[in-house]
């Protein structure tokens, strides 16, 4: 189930909002600029499905997302508790950071956390299959899929050189488990 836990960045262990809706989730993001939907999708894919096979059978959504953002491609990630070098790829997405692009994803399979950080406050965003979500460019983000993370997602890109991150070198992450 999609959640949103919201806290001020000083105090991690006191939520101010936590909710369910998909709705609330959408209104309380929207004043950051990101979007977030829940999407009701007739496509029937395994997340064991091949990358090229998922794109295919999202492809006319992909090519609406492509055609709001004005160009770009997607492409398709894959964590499993299995993969190589878990701990490296999770750093990588676990620690602060922004991009000059929106980052849109749509999650396939499984679930993951993408924690906002904006105006003082946390945006903790539990995503799960179903859900779509864009952070703006230049709002503070991670991701965190656990320890033993597990989801197919698609990722939208505007910009040919794909997922960038301008790490801002702050620790809050560490500050905010994910919920």
Same mark, same amino acid.
């Given at each position: 189930?999609?959640?949103?836990?919201?806290?001020?960045?000083?105090?991690?262990?006191?939520?101010?909002?936590?909710?369910?809706?998909?709705?609330?989730?959408?209104?309380?993001?929207?004043?950051?600029?990101?979007?977030?939907?829940?999407?009701?999708?007739?496509? +029937?894919?395994?997340?064991?499905?091949?990358? !090229?096979?998922?794109? +295919?059978?999202?492809?006319?959504?992909?090519?609406?997302?492509? &055609? !709001?953002? &004005?160009?770009?491609?997607?492409?398709?990630?894959?964590?499993?508790?299995?993969?190589?070098?878990?701990?490296?790829?999770?750093?990588?997405?676990?620690? !602060?950071?922004?991009?000059?692009?929106?980052?849109?994803?749509?999650?396939?399979? &499984?679930?993951?956390?993408?924690?906002?950080? +904006?105006?003082?406050?946390?945006?903790?965003?539990?995503?799960?299959?179903?859900?779509?979500?864009?952070?703006?460019?230049?709002?503070?983000?991670?991701?965190?899929?656990?320890?033993?993370?597990?989801?197919?997602?698609?990722?939208?890109?505007?910009?040919?050189?794909?997922?960038?991150?301008?790490?801002?070198?702050?620790?809050?992450? !560490? +500050?905010?488990?994910?919920?």
């Amino acid at each position: 189930m999609s959640r949103l836990t919201v806290y001020n960045e000083d105090a991690p262990g006191a939520p101010i909002l936590r909710t369910e809706d998909a709705a609330a989730i959408a209104r309380e993001l929207a004043p950051l600029g990101a979007r977030f939907e829940r999407w009701e999708s007739p496509v +029937a894919v395994s997340a064991d499905d091949s990358a !090229e096979r998922i794109l +295919a059978a999202y492809k006319p959504y992909l090519d609406e997302l492509i &055609g !709001e953002a &004005g160009a770009g491609s997607a492409d398709v990630v894959k964590l499993r508790p299995d993969t190589p070098n878990i701990p490296a790829i999770r750093a990588k997405f676990l620690s !602060e950071h922004i991009h000059t692009e929106d980052e849109v994803r749509f999650f396939v399979d &499984g679930a993951g956390n993408f924690v906002l950080h +904006a105006d003082g406050k946390v945006y903790d965003v539990h995503c799960t299959r179903g859900d779509l979500i864009s952070v703006p460019a230049s709002i503070k983000h991670w991701f965190d899929a656990g320890l033993e993370p597990n989801f197919t997602a698609l990722r939208v890109f505007t910009d040919s050189s794909g997922w960038v991150p301008h790490y801002t070198g702050a620790t809050i992450h !560490e +500050a905010f488990p994910a919920s």
